[in-house]
């Protein structure tokens, strides 16, 4: 008869078996992709999805902005001036604010060039629109989807109707993309190196406004990728605003050191107004594309190409699988 309860409780035992463990896959284990053991996947992932994205949504040729992430158009700047003398006539000790009073009458010269980048970057996006009705090559406006001259360059495509284009990085003091980029458009890098990676690729032209350290690191970023044949291009690159550029920088002195061939130093556009900014990089755009038409691009590298789009859109067809 003992044995009876005791049969009874193993077979209540058998009869709450509790469920098996269900783990996420490991491409959905967030703890892990935010790893150090997952970085390269992060990696990865910075340099494929934003190339499925732009091919997508048909961003083939981006012509780069680049500029001060201080610059303001003329209403913030007369607010922030006026802040900045009100906080010195509050604190005529501290020399904090006396300093930031200083700085902000110096970056008054970036007001006008401000409009110009805009106004740029609205005729671009006219002009690439009306190339597109013909069925001819377009062209969209791309920044680094901050404030500043980069923001001036979005509005202008924004004010234009057309795509825009936000390569951005994930900076403390910047919670989001500045609001004239295209959603669809707009990315936030992590790593600065595959975000160059992007600026770089689809590039097709560069137009440069006045800025700092950044600014400078883009553009000589992208004249070292021509110097040295990784961009076989021979891109456009107008600077905006001529006495900032040939004061900040002797160019003529790195050809007489020897250091740039005049080849280099020449390729550079100097000017001040749209009008002049735009006929440039228009004039070079058509340079490059006569360019490409008197040498295509290498079967090898056309299958390349398009075997590379072929697994980005295969990849983004099966994402859901």
Same mark, same amino acid.
């Given at each position: 008869m003992a044995a009876e309860p005791q049969k009874r409780k193993i077979e209540e035992a058998d009869a709450v078996v509790p469920l098996g463990p269900k783990p996420p896959k490991a491409y959905k284990n967030g703890d892990f992709l935010n790893s150090h053991n997952a970085r390269l996947i992060r990696v990865m992932c910075e340099l494929q999805e934003p190339g499925q994205r732009l091919d997508a949504h048909s961003a083939e040729n981006i012509v780069m902005f680049f500029g001060s992430a201080r610059a303001k158009p003329k209403a913030q700047y007369e607010e922030a001036l006026s802040k900045a003398e009100a906080n010195v006539a509050a604190h005529p000790e501290d020399a904090g604010a006396k300093a930031a009073l200083e700085r902000i009458k110096k970056q008054a010269f970036l007001v006008?060039?401000?409009?110009v980048t805009t106004e740029l970057a609205r005729r671009?996006? %006219?002009?690439?629109k009306s190339r597109a009705l013909e069925g001819k090559a377009s062209y969209a406006v791309g920044t680094g989807a901050g404030p500043g001259m980069m923001e001036a360059a979005n509005k202008g495509a924004y004010l234009a109707n057309g795509p825009s284009v936000g390569f951005g990085i994930s900076l403390p003091f910047e919670d989001r993309l500045n609001p004239y980029v295209t959603p669809e458009l707009g990315f936030e890098f992590h790593y600065f190196f595959t975000r160059k990676f992007w600026m770089c690729y689809k590039c097709m032209g560069l137009v440069v406004a006045p800025g700092g350290l950044g600014t400078c690191d883009e553009l000589f970023e992208l004249m070292t990728l021509m110097q040295t044949g990784k961009i076989k291009r021979?891109?456009?690159?107008?600077?905006?605003?001529?006495?900032?550029?040939?004061?900040?920088?002797n160019w003529e002195a790195f050809v007489e050191y020897g250091?740039?061939? %005049?080849g280099d130093a020449s390729q550079l556009i100097f000017v001040d107004t749209a009008e002049e900014a735009f006929e440039a990089l228009t004039r070079g755009i058509l340079a490059v594309e006569d360019a490409e038409k008197s040498n295509p691009p290498s079967p090898k590298l056309k299958a390349a190409k398009a075997a590379l789009n072929g697994n980005l859109e295969d990849g983004a067809n099966k994402a859901g699988a």
């Open positions: 006008p060039l401000f409009d671009l996006t %006219e002009w690439s021979k891109l456009p690159v107008i600077l905006i605003g001529k006495k900032f550029w040939k004061a900040c920088i250091m740039i061939s %005049e």
